[in-house]
């Protein structure tokens, strides 16, 4: 079965501090992997995507990094601010056409961030 | 100013009535979808459009109906059929289906 799975669940760090999501997925075949931030009551924003040659992506103090081989991913956020506080969803992406009901992208359930002062 | 618009922000629906989800696309996007969030859960799909006059059930489709007249427009209807329409609704659109989806906003969906 197609699935992601993330941890942790939710997580609470200080301001300018570091911090590391992880997303394990059993997805195949694999296309892309996309990491979102969705902002409390908004829509998801793509942060980053990655495909199967890629290890290592970044956007600003964002930082992706992708193992083929061992199907996880990571997203690492570096001296964090207020404005990090969200859910992170990590999201595969099926190879080829449509695929019935589920469609093409499998979505974790995300991990929420909390930044506090 | 491009964009995938989504409204209203917030809609009450009372028992037995039908309500409509608006969501509309200035992105040139073949591809919309809509999705239900919940609390604690991923995202599930309700319905997708690849083209106009074309759409396909999700994996939650039951109690929903969708219709792709125009490009742009992807309107979701949450019938009286569906008994537990309290959540997050979000319509996204792509250019194709294996391309990055764009989110619209949400709509929050209140059962009076």
């Known amino acids: 079965k197609n699935q992601v799975e993330q941890s942790p669940q939710s997580l609470i760090i200080l301001e300018g501090k570091n911090c590391t999501l992880q997303?394990?997925?059993?997805?195949?075949?694999?296309?892309?992997l996309r990491w979102y931030k969705q902002d409390t009551g908004r829509g998801p924003v793509s942060l980053t995507i990655?495909?199967?040659?890629?290890n290592t992506k970044s956007n600003g103090r964002y930082t992706a990094t992708l193992d083929a081989d061992t199907k996880q991913s990571s997203l690492h956020i570096t001296a964090s601010q207020l404005s990090d506080s969200a859910s992170y969803i990590c999201?595969?992406?099926?190879?080829?056409?449509?695929?019935?009901?589920?469609?093409?992208?499998?979505f974790g359930k995300g991990t929420k961030l909390s930044v506090k002062p | 100013d491009g964009g995938i618009t989504q409204s209203p922000k917030y809609l009450f629906r009372k028992e037995g009535q039908n309500v409509t989800l608006s969501c509309e696309q200035n992105?040139?996007?073949?591809?919309m979808y809509w999705y239900r969030q919940d609390p604690g859960q991923g995202l599930r799909l309700i319905y997708y459009?690849?083209?106009?006059?074309?759409?396909q059930k999700g994996d939650i489709a039951e109690g929903y109906s969708v219709s792709r007249e125009k490009k742009e427009s992807f309107p979701l209807t949450v019938t009286s059929a569906q008994k537990n329409p309290t959540a997050f609704y979000l319509c996204?659109?792509?250019?194709?289906?294996?391309?990055?989806?764009?989110f619209g906003p949400g709509t929050r969906l209140l059962v009076l």
């Open positions: 996204a659109s792509s250019m194709g289906t294996l391309e990055t989806q764009y």
């Open positions: 997303c394990n997925y059993t997805v195949s075949p694999f296309s892309n």
């Open positions: 990655m495909t199967f040659s890629e």
């Open positions: 999201v595969v992406s099926l190879k080829g056409p449509q695929r019935g009901s589920q469609g093409n992208l499998i």
């Open positions: 992105l040139n996007h073949d591809a």
């Open positions: 459009s690849q083209i106009v006059n074309d759409f």
